[in-house]
Structures are given as C-alpha cells and as structure tokens.
C-alpha cells in the first residue's frame, strides 16, 4: 500500500497546497506519479533482511537482492493496536489515530480516545476544538501525561473522562455507532454510543528488520546524530522510523528531503574519491 499510514486516513486538511483537502490515498498516489515522473523504479515487493555489514549495501525483498551504494529507510511506524477485529475493519470508517488529519471531521460528534499519555491527551484536545464531546477511556486511574496537558484536559469542557477501563470491543457495521466498556475494577460492562474512536497507546517504529544492523534506542528508533545518518556509513533514515514527536506528512516530507540531499552528497564523495 502505497502511503503507509497517510493511506488509512480519510481526509488531510493540514498539507500545503491542498486549501480543500485531499483524501490520504489520493495524496498518496500523486507523490507516487510525481516520483514516476522524474525516474523512481518502484518495486512492490516485502523487505525482509539487509545486509549492511558489507558494500554494497544489501535489501533482500520477496527472494530478490538490490543492490546499492547507499540506503534510504523511510518505514515509518505502526500505531500499537488493541487487537480488536473491528479495530481494523473499520479503520478510516471511524477508526483513526490522529486528530491533526481527521479531527474537522467529527465536528459536533461524540468520539472517543483511547490512552492516557501525552499523545492521548494532546490527540484528545486537537478533536474538542470540532467535536461536541470527547471522552478519554484509560486503563488505570489517573493519566500519565505531562502535567501541562492535564490541567488543560482538567478545564476542557468537552473533554470528559472514565478511568480503571479497558475498551472491549469497538461497535458498527459500516461505521463505528459505539465502544464497549469494561470496568476493570467491578467487571462492569456497559455501552458508549459514539461517532468515532481515536487510539492513542503508543506507537511501534517499523525496526524490527534492523535489529542488529544500526544502532536503535530503547524504544526501536533509530539514532541519529544529524537527523538522517546512522551508524552505518551509506544508510539513512527519513519520516517516523526517528520522529517521536511531530508525525505529520509534512514534516516526514521535509525529513525525506534531507535524507535525499544527504544520499546525493554521499555518492559524489563516493565517486570523487574524497
């Protein structure tokens, strides 16, 4: 799927160019033809091992070796799941993990969100802006997100919370109509109507395949001293698999970017011989 997590989401309101929106696969598929336009080859094929021991720098995907002078990760992240199957099949349907892209659209619509840290609660003050109510399902009796974040959740009058449950089950056919609740305390069960779910527990940088390749922190991502290297000469990385902190297109964009002007530079010293 071409767009990683873009792809999944319905409306982008928040990239340039785009006064009216544009929805997330369309803009997807214009970067794509853009690309194809000044010569990128995609190959639509799964990586499952590299090699980056040795030059050339080796991607095995699908049974094929390429090749290269240098590399380019740019696998973003996976939002961690709570393993529900309605979770995924109504992904885009009501389902979503981020309010900067989708948040207009819940105007005056009840959502929830699930999670209690600092990308729940600023996920959670992003939709009161559009929606009638936002309600903050957590696990565990207080948040845990920065204090700063709290006392402005505390005085939101939109933002209501229930703590000490876990999310159940997610409801609708078509569309999310509502979320199942369970009290962790009581065993309590009970049914909240709502427009749409926003997960907010954490997200997974795409790392496992360089486990043992770069250097990764405690959290999977990749370190950086300069924002695209790593600690393979030739490799660089772009987007989320090192962004903890913005997670939007544009800044993933502009993260590419520097990563490609870094790849050019490096190959004319490769070549030069300097």
């Known amino acids: 799927m071409v767009g990683g997590q873009i792809a999944l989401t319905y409306q982008v309101d928040n990239y340039p160019g785009f006064p009216d929106g544009i929805t997330g696969p369309d803009l997807a598929n214009l970067m794509r033809n853009q690309a194809e336009k ?3 080859d995609f190959i639509e094929a799964e990586a499952n091992a590299v090699d980056f021991s040795a030059r050339p720098l080796k991607v095995y995907a699908d049974g094929g070796e390429h090749l290269g002078e240098a590399v380019i990760i740019a696998m973003g992240s996976l939002n961690r799941k709570l393993g529900l199957e309605a979770e995924e099949r109504l992904m885009g349907r009501g389902v979503f993990v981020c309010a900067t892209c989708d948040a207009v659209l819940y105007e005056g619509k009840r959502v929830v969100v699930i999670g209690g840290g ?3 609660v600023q996920e959670a003050l992003d939709l009161a802006r559009f929606a009638r109510e936002v309600v903050i399902v ?10 700063c974040l709290k006392n402005r959740a505390d005085e939101n009058n939109r933002i209501r919370f229930i703590w000490n449950t876990a999310v159940e ?3 609708g056919d078509k569309r999310v109509e509502g979320v199942r ?6 065993d309590e069960e009970q ?3 709502c427009d749409g779910v926003l997960i907010a527990i954490g997200w997974i940088p795409n790392t496992s395949l360089f486990q043992g390749q770069l250097s990764l922190d405690d959290g999977g991502y990749i370190i950086s ?3 695209t290297d790593t600690s393979v000469e030739g490799v660089f990385a772009a987007g989320d698999i090192l962004d903890k902190r913005y997670r939007q297109a544009v800044t ?6 520097k990563a490609a002007l870094d790849v050019e530079r490096y190959i004319d010293k490769l070549r030069s011989g300097a």
């Open 38 to 40: 000044f010569g990128a």
């Open 118 to 120: 600092d990308s729940a």
């Open 138 to 147: 957590h696990r565990r009796r207080e948040l845990s997100a920065c204090m």
């Open 169 to 171: 089950d997610i409801l």
């Open 181 to 186: 609740l369970k009290n962790l305390d009581t």
């Open 191 to 193: 049914v909240l109507d």
């Open 225 to 227: 001293k300069t924002g």
């Open 252 to 257: 993933a964009c502009g993260s590419g970017c």
